[in-house]
């Protein structure tokens, strides 16, 4: 099946600075990636949608100033998240999908703001 | 709008004893359903989902889901678990735009 590899798995980072997260899709391009936040032992919570080539939209209550979307090519979306403090620890999960109503998630990345 | 629930937290049952992790839905139209297990740390891992076609639906891991319009449910079951099968389970709703929507979770426990 379909590959979607995030990059880091983990990170920790000091509370200020930004870290950028990445969703690949190994052998499909997608021009639509999704972003999720997981809070630990809670679900997944959709951030925003990864448009290729044009902005990113955004689910009401997510920062766009805060969480910072590029969609640079059909296979590769980035997560910034900016200035970041210790309420942005969560575990961060991309999804894509070839196009034919399928979605395959990443690992999932562990984001540790300290 | 789409949405799932999940009643249950947790969910406990003993080692080769059949189990059922329930989930109901919400939406107008119809239904595009999914199971998803994630184990500590990791990511998501599809078990089975229901687009159309019969109720029954066969997933990974010996998993099915029987799909009950009257009930708008679409529990998780398997025949006789494994102490492997403990982990958290999600049901999903994909809505239009192939935004996922997904429940509460429910934590399976199997015990030996």
């Known amino acids: 099946g379909a590959v979607v590899s995030q990059h880091p798995s983990w990170v920790i980072c000091k509370s200020g600075t930004s870290v950028k997260i990445e969703c690949r899709s190994l052998?499909?391009?997608?021009?639509?990636m999704f972003w999720y936040r997981q809070f630990p032992k809670q679900s997944l919570m959709l951030m925003a949608t990864?448009?290729?080539?044009?902005?990113?939209?955004?689910e009401q209550g997510v920062e766009k100033d805060k969480f910072l979307i590029n969609h640079a090519s059909l296979t590769l979306s980035t997560l910034t998240v900016t200035s970041a403090h210790p309420e942005d620890s969560s575990f961060y999960i991309c999804s894509a999908g070839p196009g034919d109503g399928e979605q395959y998630f990443g690992p999932g990345t562990r984001l540790t703001v300290t | 709008a789409q949405s799932v629930a999940q009643p249950e937290d947790q969910v406990n049952v003993a080692e080769g004893n059949p189990l059922t992790v329930k989930c109901t839905y919400s939406v107008s139209g119809n239904p595009y359903l999914f199971w998803y297990v994630q184990y500590p740390n990791r990511g998501l891992q599809f078990l089975l989902k229901?687009?159309?076609?019969?109720?029954l639906v066969k997933g990974s891991y010996g998993f099915e889901a029987e799909f009950n319009k009257s009930q708008t449910s679409f529990h998780l079951k398997k025949p006789s678990a494994l102490v492997s099968d403990s982990a958290l389970y999600f049901c999903?709703?994909?809505?239009?735009?192939?935004?996922?929507?997904f429940g509460s979770g429910t934590k399976l426990n199997v015990k030996p």
């Open positions: 229901y687009i159309t076609g019969d109720n």
């Open positions: 052998d499909f391009q997608a021009t639509t």
């Open positions: 990864s448009n290729e080539g044009s902005k990113a939209t955004y």
């Open positions: 999903a709703i994909r809505g239009n735009f192939n935004k996922f929507y």
